[in-house]
């Protein structure tokens, strides 16, 4: 495991979807159920991330756990980050709330993102990232999705129009 003294968990919080539908047989392996990680970018790629995600979740009967790094610089305390958690949390708890599956919501407070993601997600994880669809660059989210397949993990991309 990772020094985890660069990552603090600044906050926790599980969304139930706001419209009751049937539950889907739950896909367990190992008395587990299927995870869905979806990992805060924008809030417009995050949004179309967490549309992708629901729709395999609702299929699958997972769930679904947005990781939302928040990098703080280095002249800064680690738990003192530029942008106010109280902040961060409203909006996040406004997108989560709006979908139709059980949505955890954890923002993380770190030092590098990439660092985080290593030590947060679980081997072989699936991952949604949202990304705006462009042939001509590797965006970051696309350096991101590469970076993640190669350490292992499943990766989704949610395109924009």
């Keep these: ?41 924008s809030p417009e790629f995050t949004l179309t991330a967490l549309r992708r995600a629901a729709t395999l979740a609702g299929n699958l009967g997972a769930y679904i756990t947005l990781i939302v790094p928040q990098v703080v610089p280095f002249p800064l305390p680690l738990t003192s980050p530029p942008v106010l958690l109280d902040f961060q949390e409203a909006r996040l708890r406004e997108i989560a709330s709006n979908t139709p599956v059980e949505t955890l919501v954890r923002i993380y407070l770190c030092r590098s993102r990439w660092e985080l993601l290593q030590t947060v997600l679980e081997p072989h994880s699936l991952v949604v990232l949202g990304a705006r669809m462009q042939w001509s660059w590797l965006t970051h989210e696309r350096r991101l999705a590469r970076k993640l397949r190669r350490v292992g993990h499943e990766v989704v991309m949610a395109e924009m129009g």
């Design 1 to 41: 495991m990772r020094d985890q003294s660069q990552i603090v968990p600044a906050f926790e919080k599980q969304f139930e979807p706001a419209i009751s539908r049937p539950a889907a047989q739950p896909a367990e392996f190992g008395g587990h159920r299927l995870e869905i990680s979806v990992v805060f970018t």
